[in-house]
């Protein structure tokens, strides 16, 4: 660690206490490292904070937070930086990836995760035991952060948002304290935290449930852009048919000409079909046969497969890449709904954006959680969002206002002009208490490098 003071005037001497107190490491702008810690997935989001806290225990993590408060500064948090939606300049960046303990417990069917884990170490303990997470549509993803935000995947319209299954959650609170949050203890704090994302403190481990998953009927089906039109017609009408092992999504995708990419996608316009069914393979042959009746396929991988290779149904991107995710929830998917769609960004249109995606809901994503929680869009019908290169305005969600609900999720925000995005992730009853929490228990606001709720007493 470098000697000299931070940029707001930290000083040594506070520097050298807080290298005292750590298991972990501290970095400053000047030391060898720095650029490293500061990196996340998403390379649009340039974080430079005063000092960067790389935590190898709750402790450090605690100690980061009193550090912050000490000094008047705010906290990031940062495990594996999908989700970035305000880059740190100055205060204090907490690096959790470190902290990645996973533990599956397969007679309670449970698993516990510490704040840097990720998903793919999660799917692999678990398929021991032939149970599956939540998890989202990249493996690579933060436990943590995806279940705060409530957590969509392959699996939610049978089972719900990962959110839904939450028991328990370790947290340090802006005051440096760490409080057990359970449905018993601090049942405020837990509705908030599962859905309101990393707004009243740094989730240190979490506890969920698994489910009885051990294969999958699934895999991808691509089209030729020219066949867009009727394969999106088709599942749209296909969609509203399906039971709820059923979960589906449909992209057009306007992928680069770069060696990450499949060759037969590069520089083209394709309608990528995702399908992720837990029933009989058999059935779901069955289903999914109107599908590959629409059009002439240049690629059809689904079929059974073990749930370990469940990345592969969305082939999201495995390297870091600069990007804005935004979305809106939409209340239906009509005829004119689609046609629009597909004037603004299907094949021929003048759309730049490097996916939109709709993914169905409903089933369990649409019914209250046994235990209740702030994730705030289950009354929708379908999920529509885009992932755009840097510089990008927005040319195909405004379009589709007339069929949204208002709404937007929370886990498909991510790029600096998302952050005053979050107040619509919620309906003003749900946002007015999450204020009241936040001012509860973080009054000075002192995590607000996120997607921030404003504490309103």
């Given at each position: 660690m470098s000697e000299r003071p931070g940029q707001l005037g930290i000083t040594t001497a506070a520097l050298d206490g807080l290298v005292s107190r750590l298991k972990g490491e501290v970095f400053t702008p000047d030391d060898a490292g720095y650029e490293r810690e500061t990196a996340g997935f998403n390379?649009?989001?340039?974080?430079?904070?005063?000092?960067?806290?790389?935590?190898?225990?709750?402790?450090?993590?605690?100690?980061?937070?009193?550090?912050?408060?000490?000094?008047?500064?705010?906290?990031?948090?940062?495990?594996t930086g999908h989700g970035t939606a305000a880059p740190a300049r100055g205060g204090v960046?907490?690096?959790?990836?470190?902290?990645?303990?996973?533990?599956?417990?397969?007679?309670?069917?449970?698993?516990?995760?510490?704040a840097g884990a990720q998903w793919h170490q999660v799917i692999s303990a678990a398929a021991v035991h032939g149970l599956a997470p939540l998890n989202g549509s990249s493996p690579l993803v933060g436990v943590v952060?995806?279940?705060?935000?409530?957590?969509?995947?392959?699996?939610?319209?049978?089972?719900?948002?990962?959110?839904?299954?939450?028991?328990?959650?370790?947290?340090?609170?802006a005051d440096g304290d760490v409080r057990m949050v359970s449905r018993d203890?601090?049942?405020?704090l837990f509705w908030a935290l599962r859905g309101g994302k990393g707004n009243f403190g740094i989730v240190t481990g979490i506890w969920f449930s698994l489910m009885p998953v051990r294969r999958l009927y699934g895999g991808g089906l691509y089209f030729p852009g020219e066949q867009a039109v009727q394969v999106l017609d088709t599942w749209r009408r296909w969609s509203a048919t399906v039971p709820e092992e059923m979960t589906s999504s449909v992209a057009l995708l306007r992928l680069p000409d770069v060696p990450d990419v499949p060759r037969f996608l590069r520089g083209r316009v394709a309608a990528h079909v995702r399908i992720a069914y837990t029933g009989p393979a058999e059935e779901g042959e069955r289903l999914v046969g109107p599908l590959r009746e629409c059009g002439t396929a240049m690629e059809d991988s689904v079929g059974e497969m073990p749930y370990t290779a469940v990345a592969d149904i969305h082939q999201d991107p495995t390297h870091p890449l600069p990007y804005h995710e935004r979305n809106i929830v939409l209340r239906e998917l009509d005829s004119e709904a689609l046609a629009t769609l597909l004037r603004v960004a299907g094949p021929g249109s003048d759309c730049g954006d490097l996916m939109v995606e709709l993914r169905q809901l409903g089933g369990a994503l649409g019914r209250p959680a046994g235990v209740p929680n702030a994730v705030g869009v289950r009354e929708g019908a379908?999920?529509?969002?885009?992932?755009?290169?840097?510089?990008?305005?927005?040319?195909?969600?405004?379009?589709?206002?007339?069929?949204?609900?208002?709404?937007?999720?929370?886990n498909f925000l991510a790029g600096s002009d998302t952050a005053d995005a979050t107040a619509e992730c919620f309906d003003t009853e749900t946002l007015t208490r999450l204020s009241r929490i936040k001012a509860?228990?973080?009054?000075?606001?002192?995590?607000?490098?996120n997607h921030n709720i404003v504490p309103v007493p």
């Amino acid at each position: 660690m470098s000697e000299r003071p931070g940029q707001l005037g930290i000083t040594t001497a506070a520097l050298d206490g807080l290298v005292s107190r750590l298991k972990g490491e501290v970095f400053t702008p000047d030391d060898a490292g720095y650029e490293r810690e500061t990196a996340g997935f998403n390379r649009l989001a340039e974080h430079r904070p005063d000092v960067i806290v790389a935590a190898g225990a709750t402790a450090d993590v605690c100690a980061a937070v009193s550090f912050a408060s000490e000094q008047g500064l705010p906290v990031a948090v940062q495990a594996t930086g999908h989700g970035t939606a305000a880059p740190a300049r100055g205060g204090v960046l907490v690096s959790t990836r470190r902290m990645n303990t996973v533990v599956v417990e397969p007679l309670t069917r449970t698993a516990y995760a510490e704040a840097g884990a990720q998903w793919h170490q999660v799917i692999s303990a678990a398929a021991v035991h032939g149970l599956a997470p939540l998890n989202g549509s990249s493996p690579l993803v933060g436990v943590v952060g995806y279940t705060l935000g409530g957590g969509l995947g392959p699996l939610g319209r049978q089972f719900g948002y990962a959110a839904d299954h939450v028991t328990r959650i370790e947290l340090v609170t802006a005051d440096g304290d760490v409080r057990m949050v359970s449905r018993d203890e601090h049942p405020d704090l837990f509705w908030a935290l599962r859905g309101g994302k990393g707004n009243f403190g740094i989730v240190t481990g979490i506890w969920f449930s698994l489910m009885p998953v051990r294969r999958l009927y699934g895999g991808g089906l691509y089209f030729p852009g020219e066949q867009a039109v009727q394969v999106l017609d088709t599942w749209r009408r296909w969609s509203a048919t399906v039971p709820e092992e059923m979960t589906s999504s449909v992209a057009l995708l306007r992928l680069p000409d770069v060696p990450d990419v499949p060759r037969f996608l590069r520089g083209r316009v394709a309608a990528h079909v995702r399908i992720a069914y837990t029933g009989p393979a058999e059935e779901g042959e069955r289903l999914v046969g109107p599908l590959r009746e629409c059009g002439t396929a240049m690629e059809d991988s689904v079929g059974e497969m073990p749930y370990t290779a469940v990345a592969d149904i969305h082939q999201d991107p495995t390297h870091p890449l600069p990007y804005h995710e935004r979305n809106i929830v939409l209340r239906e998917l009509d005829s004119e709904a689609l046609a629009t769609l597909l004037r603004v960004a299907g094949p021929g249109s003048d759309c730049g954006d490097l996916m939109v995606e709709l993914r169905q809901l409903g089933g369990a994503l649409g019914r209250p959680a046994g235990v209740p929680n702030a994730v705030g869009v289950r009354e929708g019908a379908y999920t529509l969002s885009t992932l755009s290169p840097p510089g990008s305005a927005d040319t195909v969600l405004g379009p589709m206002e007339p069929w949204g609900t208002g709404r937007r999720y929370l886990n498909f925000l991510a790029g600096s002009d998302t952050a005053d995005a979050t107040a619509e992730c919620f309906d003003t009853e749900t946002l007015t208490r999450l204020s009241r929490i936040k001012a509860a228990y973080d009054p000075g606001n002192i995590f607000r490098l996120n997607h921030n709720i404003v504490p309103v007493p």
